[in-house]
């Protein structure tokens, strides 16, 4: 396990689509374990892989709800709206306001290849919907209404 | 007794002009003709409504500006030969033998003369002259001009609907024994047991508490307040939105400012029967750590400009100054500081007004979240037909029975 290095914005490697994963090996768990690693130590309440360069379909989560691996999600369907503060490991200094939606349902596969469904709601979904983001090369700044110096 | 049907009008809109009173309460303070009461309002209502356009047409006939009381005068009788179609020798002879009855006998020539000699299509002709296009619509509208001026930035065309929207009617909300009214005229509102009349008379199912006379925008702001365990109902008098609450919330706090306005809610709460209300008199713009995070809801109805409720209290267009929103947003700005911290995480804080602004309405609340990172807007639904602002809905009188109200829902949680 290792603490990867944050790509910050700017970098070419975020505004890339990412592609699916296909291999659910080794090298994903390193991945993964990695990218758990990262997002602790860095207080943050989620991480994609392309913010540590690697342009595949890997998003973690991790808020009061709990720690979640996401790899290939999709969102199947949204409900309602909420506006909130975000911040990114990779714009450090800035935060904005950005409007997701209120309830979201994803379905993705686990480290180990198997289908899972989740629905989440409230900061978990704006988390979810944030990183995914990230997946087709979208930042948070690209969406704010407001952004401002953290 | 051969009554002049002016002087009622007269002395109420003298105690609205001249005291600033406040129309609602300058009508309960004088002494007037009963039988003529709904002729009387209708003119003192009708009178401050086209308020500005009267001003146009008196500047036009009369440069010099008359006086308070000849203004006056002048006024009811144009709203009488304008929108109540009455004949302009009556009016006139009305206008005069009022001039006489208040020893002004000296100016009955002047009043006279002006009356005979106005001409509507002329002074209209003469609005359309105005260069200005805020400024033409304004005085068309009778509305200020620096407020016609927002709602054309916020509203575009909708503007002039908005501001000439008509009051829908009487909104009343039944408690129990709706039927015996509904056989009145009246419209349904998306709003159970509730219904605008065109007029309704109060009688002694009122004290008994089976109805209350409620804005069908106030209904809707309880309508996005979530049921909840323990509410603050931060700016309370006279009581309405907490009584209703008081129907889905186990118990509800409400804080007023005045203590003669938590009499009113006192009053209100017991007409209605309702025993789960505690009134309080506190300033909501004053934190008390007796109540940090002791509420699972907390209701901001901030004071505001009022624009919203221009059609039931047209003196609002008169009184009203641009100058007064700094004063009005430091108070709403305030009052959210501090209520904000009575709110439990998890918990919501609901911010409302009666504005049709957005430096009151979402204005405020982008203000409030720049400091308040730990809140985040939940978009609110609602069945009155309402706009949707960036943080939270706009209620506009020319869609919602003549309501104009702003509500928007805030949970507190986690810092980002």
């Known amino acids: 396990m290792a603490i990867r290095n944050v790509v910050q914005v700017g970098d070419d490697v975020l505004r890339q689509k990412c592609f699916p994963v296909e291999a659910f090996d080794e090298k994903l768990w390193a991945l993964l374990d990695d990218m758990k690693e990262t997002v602790k130590k860095e207080d943050g309440a989620g991480l994609a892989a392309p913010q540590v360069g690697v342009l595949r379909r890997v998003a973690v989560v991790d808020v009061e709800d709990g720690y979640f691996e996401f790899i290939n999600p999709v969102i199947l369907s949204q409900k309602g709206e909420q506006s909130g503060w975000e911040g990114c490991l990779s714009v450090r200094g800035k935060s904005g306001i950005v409007s997701r939606p209120m309830k979201v349902k994803v379905a993705y596969q686990d480290r180990y290849g198997e289908k899972q469904l989740l629905q989440a709601k409230g900061f978990f979904a704006r988390a979810i919907c944030h990183e995914l983001d990230h997946l087709d090369g979208v930042l948070y700044i690209d969406k704010a209404t407001l952004i401002e110096k953290a | ?416």
Request: aromatic share 12%.
């Open chain 2, 1 to 416: 007794m051969l009554s002049n049907p002016v002087y009622d009008p007269f002395l109420i809109l003298t105690k609205v002009y001249s005291d600033g009173a406040h129309v609602k309460q300058a009508i309960a303070d004088t002494y007037i003709e009963e039988q003529y009461r709904s002729r009387t309002v209708k003119i003192v209502y009708g009178v401050l409504e086209n308020d500005g356009y009267f001003d146009f047409c008196i500047r036009r006939y009369a440069p010099k500006a008359p006086k308070l009381a000849v203004r006056t005068i002048l006024k009811i009788s144009l709203y009488m030969l304008l929108y109540m179609d009455k004949q302009r020798y009556m009016v006139t002879d009305c206008a005069v033998g009022l001039c006489k009855k208040l020893g002004k006998t000296g100016v009955s020539g002047f009043v006279n003369a002006f009356l005979r000699r106005f001409d509507r299509e002329a002074t209209d002709a003469a609005v359309e002259q105005i260069p200005d296009e805020t400024e033409r619509a304004a005085v068309k509208n009778s509305y200020p001009a620096y407020a016609y001026r927002w709602l054309k930035q916020e509203y575009g065309t909708r503007a002039e609907e908005i501001a000439t929207a008509k009051s829908g009617g009487v909104s009343v909300r039944f408690v129990k024994d709706e039927a015996q009214y509904l056989s009145k005229p009246h419209k349904d509102t998306p709003f159970p047991h509730t219904y605008i009349f065109e007029s309704f008379v109060r009688d002694d199912g009122f004290d008994d508490g089976n109805y209350t006379f409620q804005s069908v925008g106030s209904i809707a702001i309880c309508d996005c307040v979530a049921a909840c365990e323990n509410l603050l109902d931060a700016c309370a008098a006279p009581g309405g939105k907490s009584v209703l609450l008081a129907q889905k919330c186990k118990n509800v706090t409400s804080f007023e400012l005045h203590a003669h306005r938590v009499e009113l809610i006192r009053q209100y709460k017991e007409r209605m029967g309702v025993t789960n209300v505690t009134e309080l008199q506190k300033d909501s713009s004053v934190f008390d750590p007796a109540y940090e995070e002791a509420f699972d809801g907390v209701l901001c109805d901030a004071p505001c400009s009022g624009f919203g409720t221009v059609s039931e209290n047209p003196d609002i267009k008169l009184f009203r100054k641009e100058a007064d929103f700094q004063g009005l947003a430091k108070a709403q700005r305030a009052i959210l500081e501090t209520c904000c911290r009575y709110v439990k995480t998890g918990g919501a804080l609901y911010y409302s007004t009666c504005s049709l602004f957005e430096r009151e309405n979402d204005g405020i609340v982008q203000a409030f979240l720049k400091n308040h990172r730990e809140f985040t807007v939940e978009q609110l639904e609602s069945p009155l037909p309402h706009d949707r602002k960036k943080y939270g809905l706009q209620f506009l009188p020319d869609r919602a029975f003549g309501a104009g109200f702003y509500v928007c829902k805030l949970v507190k949680g986690r810092e980002v």
